[in-house]
C-alpha cells in the first residue's frame, strides 16, 4: 500500500490550492478514504473523509465551506481543494486510507489504515 | 463538540509497562483507534476498533476501552517505542477526532 501526495506550496493568505493523493497497491475505489493535517510539532485533525462512491462526504467544521474533497477512482487518485486559505491551515496535510467501503463511523469503520507521508502547506504573505 | 483528553507526556523504564489513557464522555461507547507517530515520520495504526492490533504490531501492545477512558498498553516497553500516541474515535459536530496526543519516553 502507497500513498503519496503532492501539491504543498507556499500560498498567500486568501489563495488557493489543490492537493493530490495517489495511491497504489490497494484497490482504491474499494475503499473510504481520508484527508488529515498536524501543524508542526502539533496535534492531529482530521479535515475530510469520502466515501468509495463520492456519495457520502464530510468535512471538519474548521474547514467547512472552504475545502471540498473528492476522488476519481479511473485514476486511483483523492484530491483536496482548499480554497480561502489563511495562517490557521498551514500544516503537513496527510492522506490516509479507511479500512473498507464503510463510512459509517457508529459502526467503527472510521479510522486511518494507512497513511502517506505528506505535503506541507504553508500560507503566508 | 466531542473531546478527549491525553496526558501530554508519560515516562517509563525500559521492560516496564507503560499505560497511555484517554478519556471522553462516555467514550465507551465508541470505537477508539491509537497510533504510533515518531519523529519526521507519518503516524501509523497500532489499534482499532478498541482493542485490535493490526498485522505486524507486536503482541506487547494490547488495549481497551469502557465507560470514560481507553487505555493504550504496552508491555515490556522498549526503547523502540518511544514516540507520540494518538487516540482517536469519532463525535457528532465533528466527525473524527483525535485526543492532544502523548509523549511516551523510554527511560
Known amino acids: 500500500v502507497q500513498l503519496v501526495e503532492s501539491g504543498g506550496l507556499v500560498v498567500q493568505p486568501g489563495g488557493s490550492l489543490r492537493l493530490s493523493c495517489v495511491v497504489s497497491?490497494?484497490?482504491?475505489?474499494?475503499?473510504?478514504m481520508y484527508w488529515a493535517r498536524q501543524v508542526p510539532g502539533k496535534g492531529l485533525e482530521w479535515v475530510s473523509l469520502?466515501?468509495?462512491?463520492?456519495?457520502?462526504?464530510h468535512t471538519a467544521t474548521s474547514v467547512k465551506g472552504r475545502f471540498t474533497v473528492s476522488r476519481d477512482n479511473s485514476k486511483d487518485s483523492l484530491f483536496l481543494q482548499m480554497n480561502s486559505l489563511t495562517t490557521e491551515d498551514t500544516a503537513l496535510y496527510y492522506c490516509?486510507?479507511?479500512?473498507?467501503?464503510?463510512?459509517?463511523?457508529?459502526?467503527?469503520?472510521?479510522?486511518?489504515?494507512?497513511w502517506g507521508r505528506g505535503t506541507q502547506v504553508t500560507v503566508s504573505s | 463538540s466531542y473531546d478527549v483528553t491525553q496526558p501530554p507526556s508519560v515516562s517509563v523504564s525500559p521492560g516496564q509497562t507503560a499505560i497511555i489513557t484517554c478519556s471522553g464522555d462516555?467514550?465507551?461507547?465508541?470505537?477508539v483507534s491509537w497510533y504510533r507517530q515518531k519523529p519526521g515520520h507519518s503516524p501509523i495504526l497500532v489499534m482499532y476498533?478498541?482493542?485490535k492490533r493490526p498485522s505486524g504490531i507486536p503482541e506487547r501492545f494490547s488495549a481497551s476501552n469502557s465507560g470514560n477512558t481507553a487505555t493504550l498498553t504496552i508491555s515490556g516497553t522498549q526503547v523502540m517505542d518511544e514516540a507520540d500516541y494518538y487516540c482517536?474515535?469519532?463525535?457528532?459536530?465533528?466527525?473524527?477526532?483525535f485526543g492532544g496526543g502523548t509523549k511516551l519516553t523510554v527511560l
Open positions: 476498533q478498541d482493542n
Open positions: 482517536q474515535t469519532w463525535g457528532s459536530a465533528t466527525l473524527i477526532v
Open positions: 462516555e467514550l465507551g461507547d465508541k470505537y
Open positions: 469520502i466515501s468509495w462512491d463520492s456519495n457520502v462526504i
Open positions: 490516509a486510507k479507511g479500512p473498507n467501503s464503510v463510512s459509517d463511523c457508529g459502526g467503527g469503520s472510521c479510522y486511518f489504515e494507512s
Open positions: 497497491g490497494f484497490t482504491f475505489d474499494d475503499f473510504t
